[in-house]
């Protein structure tokens, strides 16, 4: 009862006693906000007219509670930055919610701060200040891709109580060090993450990183670090964990990795990652003295297999990472390696790209915790075992690219959690229907191209899955487009190709109020009109609907499509209908192919708008008329395919500015005049060069000499005269 008592007083006291902040911190604070610009108004509390002024109140401020000093500034932008999927809007106001300008040194007049965290801001490249170094109270000091770059000061030297320091920079903002000895100074720091600062010229990171006792977690990911002799003594038995990642480092660490590591006795060593180096010789069995491995991950390095029998010792292992190593080994071999402790808890094993053969027994049914199996790109041949369907917590499937045969197992149906499936790519064959994929509420990936199967799904099927990604290349999914597809709001890759479809295109499908980025719905059947190609949400849309059969004339197309082939169907009429469409954009479409229609008319002068065309091809139709001077204005230009039309008149002047052509086709055409001398002036990047079957005359113009790159240069069937004519 008395405890209770005191207690109460004490808080009570505690709260009288201090109401407002310190007056000197206070000021700092205010002084810290006017050198800041705050877009989103993040700092709008720190302000003395909002309420009584009492800085300990302020967003991201945190004071004792007894003496009021300011202890800890959580200042982190607190959105998330992005990805490319993220929206417009989203990436905005991320953008405006990032502190930006400057960092004024008042700060120094917060002698208690111990935690300042400025991660994620935009302060535009400037240095990190060097005054922090003098705030001696620091304990945490979180950068990350706070905008600071250039040189990383010394003065952060001298931060002896620090325990955490994060300095992860974003590769713009050339954040480096040109040598670490400042390291040495923080000798209480158990993290350190420097991971894509450019450490390339600090040669001294092993022997300064070997003088820190406590270090624990240690990220130099992407630092371009300098190769250093191995250390006889290395001192980092305190690791738990390590991410070399991203460095090209060569087998400096002394022999054989893992030879090398347990060595220096890495024995807490929990996560290991080594990934994207170039380590090299065979994996070592010590590897199975990292009895404390929770996640290694060796990926893309130039070490070779077999996976030794000792990794069936590391009972921690939840994550096994060996992609794009050389292991050369039977996968049935590798699944009894780890089969037993490891097998029972491992989260995720990556062997993709390893030159894996063999098939996949039934001792995958050991590896019943694992989410994520990724065997793409092997060639690991035979059936999936119908076993498969007892690993019950898989999210991911990554089978694409082998020798599979055989069925797809009905049990494939019980993987209630399955979010990615791929298998494309193989040599499966036989029906899929609503067993296999029916029950896969969360499946947003389903890739299966390349194989034989047959789709068998009762027309008014509605899936329990909203796919973002689906493959379906070279099955036979029926005369008709499924039906289904229509409930799919979110795909943003469909790929239905070769499939066998003989119906008339769905209005629906292309109404892409989806974020679609790829269609491909070529080498079907596919008759009927083109609906047009609406406003589309993503921007680079791929839109592939070559050999069809698709008629009747061209319609406008979405400036945010990328890629169009429309080739080989029979669409007829003139080019204006999509070329002359008026828009106030520039179109995005770097590629457009039209050829192998029954198109006519003359080509339309509308080439203003699509600027942005790499590749051209409209060749093979009925078209018309003189190639207007206005497709000179098309300056990045590469590749011209206008062969196999009624194409008259010369070949204008202003094609002249099209420098970047490395394909000039107007072959069997009606083209006449000389072939142009400024050919051989202007186009000095042509590969290939055909003017054949038209009726140019005169001779060949020395001026093509000059064309250093010129690989196939056909001017037959015209009415050239011979320069070396025997008289
Ligand atoms: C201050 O007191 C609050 C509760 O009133 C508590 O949550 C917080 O952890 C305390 N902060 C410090 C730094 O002691
Ligand atoms: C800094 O803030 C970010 C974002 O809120 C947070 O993720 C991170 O853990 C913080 N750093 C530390 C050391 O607490
Ligand atoms: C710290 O505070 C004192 C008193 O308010 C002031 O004179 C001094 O300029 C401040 N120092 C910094 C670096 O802002
Ligand atoms: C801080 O670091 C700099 C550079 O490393 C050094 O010259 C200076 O003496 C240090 N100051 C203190 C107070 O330790
Ligand atoms: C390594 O560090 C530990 C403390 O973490 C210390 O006890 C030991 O003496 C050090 N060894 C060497 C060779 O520096
Ligand atoms: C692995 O550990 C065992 C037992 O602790 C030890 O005898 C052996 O030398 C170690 N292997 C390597 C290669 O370090
Ligand atoms: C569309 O699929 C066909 C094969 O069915 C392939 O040849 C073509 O390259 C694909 N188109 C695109 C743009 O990927
Ligand atoms: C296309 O989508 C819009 C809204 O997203 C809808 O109003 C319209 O009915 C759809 N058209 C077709 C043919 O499905
Ligand atoms: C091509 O389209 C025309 C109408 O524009 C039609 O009469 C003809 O039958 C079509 N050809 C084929 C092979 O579909
Ligand atoms: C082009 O062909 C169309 C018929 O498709 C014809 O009406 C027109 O006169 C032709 N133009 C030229 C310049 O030959
Ligand atoms: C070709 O380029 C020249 C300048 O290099 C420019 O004056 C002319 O207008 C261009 N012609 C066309 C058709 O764009």
């Not at 002394?254 to 220096?264: D, M, N, R, V, W």
């Not at 190709?497 to 629906?508: A, N, T, V, Y």
């Amino acid at each position: 009862m008395s405890v209770l008592l005191v207690l109460l007083f004490l808080s009570l006291a505690t709260v009288n006693i201090n109401e407002g902040c310190i007056e000197s911190e206070r000021q700092a604070l205010l002084m810290f906000k006017h050198d800041v610009t705050d877009g989103a108004n993040r700092l709008s509390s720190w302000s003395l007219h909002h309420g009584h002024g009492d800085c300990c109140q302020w967003d991201g401020v945190v004071c004792d509670n007894v003496t009021a000093h300011v202890l800890e500034l959580h200042l982190a932008n607190p959105r998330p930055l992005l990805d490319d999927y993220g929206s417009d809007a989203e990436n905005e106001a991320t953008e405006r919610s990032k502190l930006r300008g400057k960092v004024n040194p008042s700060l120094l007049n917060l002698t208690h701060l111990s935690y300042l965290n400025l991660s994620q801001n935009g302060f535009g490249g400037i240095p990190i200040p060097e005054f922090i170094g003098c705030i001696e109270s620091l304990r945490h000091l979180d950068l990350p891709k706070a905008g600071f770059g250039g040189l990383v000061p010394n003065q952060l030297g001298n931060l002896s109580s620090l325990e955490y320091l994060n300095l992860r920079a974003d590769i713009e903002d050339n954040l480096y060090a040109t040598d670490l000895q400042w390291l040495s100074g923080l000798s209480l720091i158990e993290h350190l993450d420097l991971s894509d600062v450019d450490l390339a010229q600090a040669s001294n990171w092993l022997q300064v990183l070997n003088t820190l006792p406590f270090l624990k977690n240690l990220y130099l990911s992407g630092c371009q670090l300098p190769q250093v002799p191995p250390p006889t003594h290395l001192n980092l038995s305190s690791l738990a964990i390590l991410d070399l990642s991203l460095n090209d480092i060569e087998n400096s660490l002394g022999g054989s990795i893992f030879h090398g590591l347990s060595l220096y006795s890495l024995d807490s060593l929990q996560f290991l990652n080594l990934g994207s180096n170039k380590f090299q010789g065979k994996l070592s069995s010590a590897i199975g003295n990292m009895t404390s491995a929770i996640d290694l991950d060796l990926s893309d390095n130039e070490l070779e297999g077999p996976i030794p029998i000792t990794m069936g010792n590391l009972c921690n292992l939840k994550s096994i990472v060996f992609s794009e190593l050389n292991l050369n080994q039977d996968v049935s071999t590798i699944l009894a390696v780890l089969s037993g402790c490891v097998s029972n808890q491992l989260d995720k094993l990556d062997l993709s790209g390893c030159h894996l053969s063999g098939q996949l027994t039934n001792q995958l049914r050991n590896f019943k915790s694992l989410k994520e199996l990724h065997l793409s790109g092997n060639s690991v041949s035979g059936p999936i075992p119908i076993s498969i369907g007892e690993l019950s917590s898989l999210r991911v499937l990554e089978l694409d690219q082998n020798q599979l045969k055989g069925q797809l197992p009905s049990s494939i149906g019980k993987l209630t959690n399955l979010e990615i499936l791929d298998i494309s790519t193989n040599l499966l064959e036989g029906v899929v229907s609503e067993t296999h994929i029916g029950n896969l509420p969360k499946l947003k990936v389903f890739q299966a191209s390349k194989n034989s199967f047959v789709l068998r799904v009762s027309p008014d099927w509605i899936p329990p899955f909203e796919l973002e990604l689906l493959g379906l290349r070279s099955w036979n999914v029926g005369s008709m487009f499924p039906l289904w597809l229509h409930s799919q709001k979110h795909l943003r890759h469909l790929d239905i190709s070769g499939s066998r479809i003989s119906d008339s295109l769905p209005g629906w499908l292309l109404n892409l109020s989806s974020p679609f980025q790829y269609l491909n719905l070529s080498h079907n059947q596919i008759h009927g009109q083109i609906p047009g190609i609406p406003w589309a949400m993503s921007v680079d849309l791929v839109i592939d609907l070559s050999f069809n059969l698709l008629s009747g004339p061209l319609a406008p197309i979405s400036p945010n499509v990328y890629f169009l082939d429309m080739s080989n169907n029979n669409l007829s009429g003139s080019l204006s209908p999509l070329l002359c469409y008026k828009l106030k954009e520039t179109m995005g479409t770097e590629i457009l192919n039209l050829g192998g229609n029954v198109l006519s008319g003359g080509i339309p002068d509308c080439w203003l708008n699509w600027q942005n065309l790499l590749v051209i091809k409209l060749s093979n139709n009925r078209l018309n008329g003189s190639i207007p001077s206005s497709m000179g204005t098309l300056q990045s230009i590469v590749s011209l395919h206008l062969q196999k039309n009624h194409l008259s008149g010369e070949i204008p002047l202003s094609l002249n500015n099209c420098t970047d052509l490395i394909l000039l086709d107007a072959g069997e055409n009606e083209l006449h005049g000389s072939i142009p001398r400024w050919i051989g002036d202007s186009l000095r990047k042509l590969v290939v060069l055909s003017l054949r079957s038209n009726k140019f005359s005169g001779y060949i113009p020395d001026e093509l000499c000059a064309i250093g790159s010129l690989q196939v240069l056909d001017l037959a069937d015209n009415n050239l005269i011979e320069v070396y004519q025997d008289v």
